[in-house]
């Protein structure tokens, strides 16, 4: 539909990158991308729901029954500055040099709306060879945006394809110009990565080449993750990351949530690498959380407590402080205290003593427990 509205007006217009790849290779695909002659402008005047997404580089976003089309101008990268992305972009003529800017030969197949496919850098054959390869030099490639290094480590972990020599050759020479390159982007690559099938491949690779050592920040130890052979996600990886450096939480742009998760998982894993988990640890951090934990120390080749986990979590006794059936207006009642650090103490030791099934929730066993707790520890208080 948008290729023919584009071409009905006069413009060329063709679906270009990973769809065009995926389709070949008959595998699904996430999004997408249409390439065209025509300009941010004209492309916004012809369709209803249009999104700028990203005016400095020619991309509008067209939105049909709810799915988000990439449509972006022929263009080609001006001119680089510290391996990042291009300063600015110019606007081309030809089909064949858009083409020509794209990153890899698999990556640069186009496809008309009657399925013919063009193909202007030898890109079926490199599908054939099940290899990824920089359109041109490759040295000059990764010179100009280094990102494109990880892109094809995730492509690699995405098709199970290995990098072509000298493409390899050129991320070991260049792999240190990742520093250039923005929090965000990098984060974005490595999450697709560490989410692809494929990534034990790409792993491999990435410790060949030393990409650990140009992010050591972001990447623990790599070797942590090379031995794996349960399935996991970008999520498992980044928590490895968080317990091998804690700083880590600081060092990618995660959400609130994320930074939570990390740092409970961080804290979680310690407490429990030497001891089992407890019922505290079940009714403080959650069942998922504690099962996420496990499987930290799992992929990690040490006790899997699934089933110990899932029992602990089966009889807890009470999942918030305030099921306890003597609560803080029955201790200052009864036991005549208002210090709230005194109050918080009983009520913690109480808690503890329910949760391990040492005391029965029952007030009159609460109270006598409260009771003999506060005579031996008056002093200290
Ligand atoms: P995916 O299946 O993840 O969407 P994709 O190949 O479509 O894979 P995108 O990130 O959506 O990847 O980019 C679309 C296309 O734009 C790529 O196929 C490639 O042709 C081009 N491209 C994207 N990023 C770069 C880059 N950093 N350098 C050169 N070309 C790029
Ligand atoms: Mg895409």
Redesign the pocket.
């Known amino acids: 539909q948008i290729i023919q509205q584009l071409q009905s007006h006069g413009y060329e217009a063709y679906f ?4 065009v ?2 389709t070949l290779l008959n595998i699904e ?3 997408i ?1 249409i390439t065209t002659s025509a300009k941010v402008h004209e492309v916004m005047a012809l369709f209803d729901k249009v999104v700028l997404t990203g005016e400095k580089y020619g991309t509008v976003t067209v939105i049909i029954d709810g799915y988000h089309f ?1 449509v ?1 101008t022929y263009r080609k ?1 001006a001119s680089y500055s510290d391996s990042r ?1 291009p300063d600015e972009v110019n606007y081309v003529q030809s089909l064949q040099e858009d ?1 020509a ?4 030969t ?3 197949l186009v496809m008309d709306c009657q399925g013919n496919i063009l193909d202007h850098f030898n890109g079926k054959a490199d599908l054939k060879k099940q290899q990824i390869k920089t359109i041109g030099d490759p040295f000059k ?1 990764f010179e ?2 280094a ?2 290094m990880l ?1 094809a480590f ?2 690699a972990a ?1 098709l199970n394809f290995t990098i072509e020599d000298t493409t390899v050759q050129a991320i070991e020479a260049y792999k240190h110009h990742l520093k250039y390159i923005a929090i965000e982007r990098v984060q974005d690559e490595l999450n ?1 990565l560490f989410n692809y099938p494929h990534k034990t491949n790409a792993i491999n690779t990435m410790l060949q080449v030393g990409i650990d050592q140009a992010l050591p920040e972001l990447l623990g130890d790599l070797n942590s993750l090379k031995n794996i052979t349960e399935a996991y996600q970008a999520e498992d990886a980044f928590a490895i990351f968080v317990i091998q450096n804690r700083d880590c939480i600081n060092h990618y742009k995660f959400s609130k949530k994320q930074q939570r998760t990390y740092k409970d998982i961080y804290n979680l894993y310690l407490q429990t690498e030497n001891h089992a988990f407890q019922p505290e640890h079940i009714f403080q951090y959650g069942l998922e959380l504690c099962l996420k934990t496990n499987k930290i120390h799992r992929l990690l080749n040490q006790n899997d407590r699934e089933k110990a986990i899932q029992e602990l979590d089966q009889t807890l006794p009470i999942r918030r402080t305030c099921e306890l059936t003597f609560k803080g207006e029955d201790i200052i009642k009864t036991l005549k205290i208002k210090n709230r650090k005194q109050i918080g103490f009983i009520i913690d030791y109480l808690l503890l003593e329910v949760l391990h099934k040492r005391l029965e929730n029952k007030p009159e066993d609460l109270k006598k427990a409260a009771e003999t707790y506060l005579s031996k520890h008056l002093k200290e208080f």
């Open positions: 270009v990158g990973g769809y790849r995926d695909t996430q999004d991308d990439e972006t990268d992305r083409l800017r794209r990153d890899f698999i990556n640069q490639r100009e945006d990102l494109r892109r995730r492509f995405k697709k």
